[in-house]
């Protein structure tokens, strides 16, 4: 069992920055893939970003070149940085670890609430 504890979220303008943070109750070195996805109200739950224990990142689209997703191995915590942030950010975000063995296993935190607004 995985347990995830996310912070960092709250409210921000438009333009602005947050950093998420999620700390996991195991070794992260030994989940295969850590992730952060989104939901806004009326929407599907969409990807953000993720990272794999071997440091292969994927971003959905509508993040690149505003949000970077980082690990601390030590610290077993990853981390979302979100800069330029718009009204449709808005969404409660979600942290994710998936283990891939022996068959795929999904965790997840409980939210966080990121609002952009002026």
């Known amino acids: 069992q995985v347990q995830l504890v996310e912070s960092g979220g709250g409210l921000v303008q438009p333009g602005g920055s947050l950093r998420l943070s999620c700390a996991a109750s195991?070794?992260?070195?030994?989940?295969?893939?850590m992730g952060w996805y989104r939901q806004a109200p009326g929407k599907q739950r969409e990807l953000v970003a993720s990272?794999?224990?071997?440091?292969?990142?994927n971003y959905g689209d509508s993040v690149k070149g505003r949000f970077t997703i980082s690990r601390d191995n030590a610290k077993n915590t990853v981390f979302l940085q979100m800069n330029s942030l718009e009204p449709e950010d808005t969404a409660v975000y979600y942290c994710?670890?998936?283990?891939?063995?022996?068959?795929?296993?999904?965790?997840w935190g409980q939210g966080t609430q990121v609002t952009v607004s002026s």
């Open positions: 994710n670890a998936q283990r891939l063995f022996p068959e795929r296993r999904d965790f």
């Open positions: 195991v070794n992260i070195f030994s989940i295969n893939v």
């Open positions: 990272i794999t224990n071997g440091d292969r990142i």
